[in-house]
Structure formats: C-alpha cells, structure tokens
C-alpha cells in the first residue's frame, strides 16, 4: 500500500515540477522584455537630452550674437 502511494505521488510531482518550471521561465522571459524596454528607454532619454543640450547652446550662441553691441551702436553714442 505504502508502495503504491509512493509511485501516485512521484507521478504526482512530474506535472506540477513542469508547471512551475514553466511558470518560472515565463516569468524569467517577461522581465527580460522588461529589462530589454528600460535599456531602450534610458538610450532615448540619453539622446533626447543630447539633442536639447544641443539646442541650448545653439540658442545660447544665437542670444548672445543678438545682444553683442555692434560697431556701428558704438559710433553712435
């Protein structure tokens, strides 16, 4: 009897180590696609700050090109 109970739950343990195991990889391959869509996100964000540093400056250089005093303001004062 105590035979026949130890074969049910060894036959018993099969299904359910595969079910876990299948729900862990699962798991495992939804936080890398996770992982994979932060490191996108952090690369946009890194260019998106570049390119409005870059635009700072370019409206930096253009204010002060606009606020220099020209030659020709000098003369007249």
């Not at 391959?29 to 996770?34: P, V, Y």
Request: aromatic fraction near 6%; proline fraction near 3%.
């Amino acid at each position: 009897m105590l035979y026949v109970l130890g074969i049910v739950a060894c036959v018993m343990c099969v299904p359910i180590t595969a079910i876990i195991t299948d729900y862990k990889r699962k798991t495992i391959k939804i936080r890398a696609d996770m992982i994979r869509d932060e490191i996108e996100l952090e690369k946009m964000k890194q260019q998106n700050f570049m390119i409005e540093t870059e635009k700072m400056k370019i409206e930096l250089e253009k204010m002060k090109l606009d606020y220099t005093p020209n030659v020709n303001n000098l003369l007249k004062l």
